[in-house]
């Protein structure tokens, strides 16, 4: 019985073991997490890159956790997509995002507050009534809402997609293709689809400039999105050289640690008119 039992432990690996444990504690608590306040937003400014004045800001979720302190968006967002909390968690975000923003502009600070959408979240039934709602609730003026959305979530049934978009262009929202560059966008789609702005992905502008693919593609990048009209903002940009290349090569709107870290509602706040002033 005692080998039979040791034969047994031996196909557990304990870690294994643990970690879907701990997920399903996890699990449990993410379902009461909005209830119980322990989410926040950080806002990342976007400056443009001519004079470095702001112009919007990434809204980035936070956790938190009662035990295990602030947890960013990679320990929670994949469970919350496996079991549908995303829908309400982004529903969060979204009224959070938008309630800043009208505060924003009602203190003369005119920013666009973009959020980052989850598929589930996007191809729910009622999406886009519940931006509509969200929008007259909040008195947002249009125009001021963007989101983000990856390239998988555009290209996948593209006829639905740019119904969708037009129905959220038609109310006012800005749409941004989140990681350009990293997923697997046909250009003759794109060119179907009502986009207003691409994001160079970091994993590109890491390696500015000294890399000739990453260089190459950057700057692809950036005379593509000017030659459909887009606006194209790089992600991820840490220094000086960085900045400069992008300058140059004509990228419109910079985003990264360089520029700022995320910052909370009132912090944001405080860097925006420090900057403006
Ligand atoms: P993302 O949309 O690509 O967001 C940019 C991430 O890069 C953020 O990480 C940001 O803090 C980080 N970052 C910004 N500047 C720099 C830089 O100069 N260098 C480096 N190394 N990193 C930089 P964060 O906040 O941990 O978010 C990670 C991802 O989580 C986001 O990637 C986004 O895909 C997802 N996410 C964040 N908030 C939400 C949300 O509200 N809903 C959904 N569905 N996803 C979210
Ligand atoms: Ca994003
Ligand atoms: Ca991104
Ligand atoms: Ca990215």
Not at 78 to 107: F, K, M, N
Not at 226 to 252: H, I, K, P, W, Y
Request: glycine share 8%; proline share 5%.
């Amino acid at each position: 019985a005692k080998a039979r039992g040791r034969a047994t432990y031996a196909i557990f690996e304990p870690q294994v073991a643990t970690s879907a444990y701990a997920n399903l504690v996890l699990e449990g608590q993410l379902g009461h997490a909005i209830e119980h306040g322990e989410f926040a937003l950080l806002f990342q400014p976007q400056v443009r890159t001519r004079d470095g004045m702001p112009v919007g800001v990434e809204a980035l979720i936070r956790w938190q956790h009662p035990e295990r302190g602030l947890l960013a968006p990679d320990e929670f967002i994949a469970l919350a997509e496996q079991h549908r909390l995303i829908v309400p968690i982004g529903a969060w975000v979204l009224r959070e995002a938008a309630r800043c923003a009208r505060h924003w502009h009602q203190h003369g600070l005119d920013l666009t507050v973009a959020v980052n959408l989850s598929t589930l979240q996007f191809q729910a039934p009622g999406f886009v009534d519940s931006i509509d709602r969200l929008l007259k609730e909040t008195g947002l003026p249009t125009g001021w809402l963007e989101l983000e959305l990856t390239e998988r979530m555009l290209m996948d049934d593209v006829p639905a997609v740019r119904e969708r978009l037009l129905q959220l262009r038609a109310l006012g929202v800005k749409l941004s293709v989140d990681d350009f560059g990293t997923g697997y966008s046909s250009l003759a789609h794109l060119k179907e689809l009502p986009i207003d702005k691409m994001k160079i992905d970091r994993s590109f502008v890491r390696e500015l400039p000294g890399q000739r693919q990453a260089t190459a593609i950057a700057r692809a990048i950036i005379q593509l999105a000017s030659g459909l009209g887009l606006g194209v903002v790089a992600e991820g940009v840490e220094t000086d050289a960085q900045r400069r290349f992008l300058a140059e090569a004509g990228c419109e709107q910079l985003q990264g640690l360089g520029i700022s870290p995320p910052l909370t509602a009132p912090h944001l706040e405080s860097w925006v008119r420090s900057r403006r002033s």
